[in-house]
């Protein structure tokens, strides 16, 4: 069956970074767009950031993120990729991985989450 399995996250001081995999399987992951969605307590789940098919292919960031995160893939290695510098406390929230088939298509796969915890 697919499996998206999220690691990475922690505890993480104002400034610091942390890098999120997300390391799929059971499916054909180059067909797939993949993003990150985070969730904060009592808060909706948003998109941070989304990469279409190709290891070099076309992101998309929250404004909340730009010029923070970097999403990136390796298809060889069926992972994707959340590279968050300069974070801050309002960053804190549970990161999902998803993978979505088409151009506007909802998520037809999620990850379990990882936990980021960024203290003041």
Do not use: H
């Amino acid at each position: 069956q697919v499996q998206l399995v999220e690691s990475g996250g922690g505890l993480v001081q104002s400034g610091g970074s942390l890098r999120l995999s997300c390391a799929a399987s059971g499916l054909l992951f180059s067909w797939y767009r993949m993003g990150w969605f985070r969730q904060a307590p009592g808060k909706e789940r948003e998109l941070v950031a989304r990469i279409s098919w190709s290891d070099d292919g076309v992101t998309y960031y929250a404004d909340s993120v730009k010029g923070r995160f970097t999403i990136s893939r390796d298809n060889a290695k069926n992972t994707v990729y959340l590279q968050m510098n300069n974070l801050r406390p309002e960053d804190t929230a549970v990161y999902y991985c998803a993978a979505a088939l088409g151009v506007g298509d909802r998520p037809a796969y999620w990850g379990q989450g990882t936990q980021v915890t960024v203290s003041s």
